[in-house]
């Protein structure tokens, strides 16, 4: 998350669609509004109300669903708002009612003079809870913006790294041109989603789609090859350095190690591949991606390959292969 506090405004203004759309509006406690939310988590704050506040989550968002909107009306009925006003005395960021339940004025009315904003939502509660919590993972994931090339090759995310000049772009372009799917180009921000999974998407949603060829200029991807060939985001599964060939370094031929490189915390397959006139890069990263698409299913062709020479010559026949043609010397 950028150092910029994440406000309940920005929570009502964020333009979700489809299946994260929150469908959220104000009816109380406008002047709150710029309370932070520190907590991407939610609570239901039922014991609270009951005036039980040890341990009381009053730093996250309290999401209030039938079974606390009824204690509320009772609490009403029993003339007990002392446990209302306590409840509000905490610096709690807003509460949201779901399924489109409004509490009554004298509710609104504390909330009012608490200076706490209260929404509302026709989502069900546990629908709420559910595209709250994955809204606030994403924007309070650990991020970092990395200079390189994002792609969708097969289905498998390729984040393509190495120095300026190398190639990445044009590398990209031909994997376009090849039925392939680009994510970012240049700049690409990667975060990190559930502690576990690094998704990467542009830096800038304006540019991302757009590329700069050297001698050719910027060009719009979308534009020329359609909106196939293009992805809002995509999670990173494979890192590949692209390096100017090198002849006094040795490189991997057999690749039965696996290595990862750390992004976020997380451990992401990675692999070198040096480039020279006459290697087809993007024909290497196709089978780079089938192939990690196979590990990711059980099947490592390498270790498999070591496996199978070993038991050739372990059964003899490379031994009668090796002296049978000298037999005659």
């Not at 759309?21 to 309370?35: E, K, Q, T």
């Not at 060829?213 to 020329?224: C, D, E, F, H, S």
Request: charged content about 25%.
């Amino acid at each position: 998350m950028s150092d910029k506090a994440f406000t309940v405004l920005d929570l009502l203004d964020l333009k979700l669609k489809g299946h994260d759309s929150l469908n959220l509006s104000c009816i109380a406690g406008r002047r709150g509004l710029s309370r932070a939310l520190t907590v991407p988590d939610i609570n239901r704050p039922g014991l609270a109300l009951s005036g039980f506040y040890d341990s009381f989550a009053y730093s996250r968002v309290q999401l209030f669903g039938r079974g606390e909107y009824a204690y509320l009306v009772k609490l009403w009925e029993e003339n007990r708002q002392d446990n209302i006003k306590q409840f509000f005395s905490y610096d709690i960021p807003c509460c949201v009612f779901a399924r489109s339940l409004t509490p009554n004025e004298a509710f609104l009315g504390v909330a009012e003079e608490a200076g706490c904003p209260i929404l509302q939502s026709d989502l069900e509660s546990s629908e709420f809870s559910t595209r709250l919590l994955r809204v606030l993972s994403n924007i309070f994931a650990p991020k970092k913006t990395l200079h390189g090339v994002l792609v969708e090759v097969s289905g498998i995310g390729i984040l393509l790294i190495g120095d300026s000049g190398v190639g990445k772009s044009e590398t990209a372009l031909e994997l376009i041109q090849r039925g392939h799917r680009l994510v970012a180009d240049d700049s690409v921000e990667i975060r990190c989603v559930n502690g576990n999974s690094v998704m990467g998407q542009g830096a800038n949603k304006l540019i991302s789609h757009h590329m700069e060829i050297r001698g050719l200029g910027i060009i719009n991807v979308t534009q020329l090859y359609g909106v196939g060939a293009i992805r809002e985001q995509k999670e990173v599964q494979l890192v590949v350095k692209l390096e100017t060939w090198d002849q006094n370094k040795i490189y991997d031929r057999i690749g039965t190690e696996t290595h990862t490189t750390d992004l976020l915390g997380v451990k992401i397959p990675y692999i070198e591949i040096p480039v020279k006139p006459g290697r087809n890069l993007p024909i290497i990263l196709e089978a780079a991606a089938m192939n990690e698409r196979l590990k990711s299913m059980g099947y490592f062709s390498a270790r498999e390959f070591n496996q199978n020479v070993l038991k050739w010559i372990e059964s003899g026949e490379a031994q009668a292969a090796y002296y049978g043609s000298d037999d005659s010397y």
